[in-house]
């Protein structure tokens, strides 16, 4: 079945350094691809998001990479800082004709002063 | 845009007692999702409407569980009867169709003790 995996689970950075957030999934049709940020107790909200006809996005110090040949796409942040600290989300949608998305199991990131 | 809301905010609930949870999507979204947040499952979704209509309830966990939307601003999910494993934060989200990326409400904390 439609499966999303994610890694690594926690991450601790300096700040000012760079965070990687890696995603596979497994529906070769998918071809959309969003992160999401979940500060606690809050909602999860959309950061930045990627389209299968696309390669790379940035968003000032964000970025998404995708690789639909190895089904891999990751989220980059760079020159980290505290408020950066919260849980990411990674999903796909499925084939066109689904809304739906399937979610990663989530990374909490640590940005330390 | 006042976004996605859901109510209640907090539910405290005795084993065996219905709950219904309550969203109103952003106005003009199609597409309706019910999502739910534990430590160990992560977000899972429950069920998902399009133009009111139920498109997938795979996720639904067992008969206990029901979701309806009678039209295109409000839509429930009921508990009946809520047992403890029911625990969990429930998101309701929103999105037009064709146009990618969810809108989350606040959610509903549900504790069923």
């Known amino acids: 079945g439609e499966n999303v995996e994610q890694h690594p689970s926690t991450l601790s950075v300096q700040e000012g350094d760079s965070a990687v957030i890696k995603c596979t999934y497994s529906?070769?049709?998918?071809?959309?691809f969003p992160w999401y940020k979940q500060e606690l107790g809050k909602r999860p909200q959309l950061i930045i998001d990627i389209r299968s006809n696309v390669g790379e996005k940035k968003d000032q110090r964000i970025a998404v990479t995708l690789n639909k040949t190895a089904k891999h796409f990751s989220l980059h942040i760079t020159e980290t800082q505290p408020e950066d600290s919260a849980v990411y989300f990674c999903?796909?949608?499925?084939?066109?004709?689904?809304?739906?998305?399937?979610f990663g199991t989530g990374t909490r990131l640590k940005v330390l002063a | 845009d006042a976004g996605v809301i859901q109510s209640p905010r907090h539910e405290v609930t005795e084993m065996g007692q219905e709950v219904t949870l309550r969203c109103k999507p952003i106005s003009g979204h199609n597409s309706l999702f019910w999502y739910r947040q534990t430590m160990m499952r992560g977000l899972e979704l429950l069920i998902y409407f399009n133009n009111n209509v139920p498109i997938d309830d795979s996720g639904m966990p067992e008969d206990r569980f029901s979701a309806k939307m009678p039209n295109a601003s409000f839509s429930t999910l009921k508990i009946q009867p809520s047992e403890p494993r029911d625990s969990a934060v429930y998101f309701c989200a929103s999105s037009l169709e064709g146009v990618y990326g969810y809108t989350f409400g606040s959610g509903t904390r549900l504790t069923v003790v």
């Open positions: 529906d070769s049709a998918s071809n959309y």
């Open positions: 999903a796909a949608q499925g084939a066109s004709g689904t809304y739906k998305y399937i």
